[in-house]
């Protein structure tokens, strides 16, 4: 599988972006999809992540209640809707597969995990 996210821009404090993060390959819903982001000066940190058919998602604390993660599997695209973004929400956001054979979400709090295929940032900026 080959992804490509989307979407970013630059929005002022309180307002919304939705991502999008397209696939190829036939076999898009096999793989858990996982958001993440990385701001300046900062490590790449895990955002949200999603199952294989989209009944499980989990979210980083700092996000919790503002994003949300879903996916389209006849469209082979996952979004991460994100609302009442804030300043702190400024980084370059990826999207990114983990084969899973079972329907469960990826989990992971340093470094990639098993994540093995990214895709090209999309920079959000949230002006305050």
């Known amino acids: 599988v080959q992804l490509q996210a989307s979407g970013g821009g630059l929005v002022q404090a309180g307002g919304s972006l939705r991502l999008s993060c397209a696939a190829s390959g036939r076999t898009f819903s096999s793989y858990t999809i996982g958001w993440f982001r990385q701001a300046p000066g900062k490590e790449r940190e895990f955002v949200a992540t999603?199952?294989?058919?989209?009944?499980?998602?989990y979210y980083a604390e700092s996000v919790k209640g503002r994003f949300t993660i879903s996916r389209d599997n006849a469209k082979n695209t996952v979004y991460l809707q994100m609302n009442s973004l804030k300043a702190e929400d400024t980084a370059v956001y990826y999207c990114?597969?983990?084969?899973?054979?079972?329907?469960?979400?990826?989990?992971?709090?340093?470094?990639?995990?098993?994540?093995?295929?990214w895709g090209q940032g999309t920079q959000v900026t949230v002006s305050s």
């Open positions: 990114a597969a983990a084969q899973n054979p079972i329907d469960t979400i990826v989990i992971v709090t340093v470094g990639e995990g098993p994540y093995d295929v």
């Open positions: 999603i199952s294989g058919s989209g009944g499980t998602t």
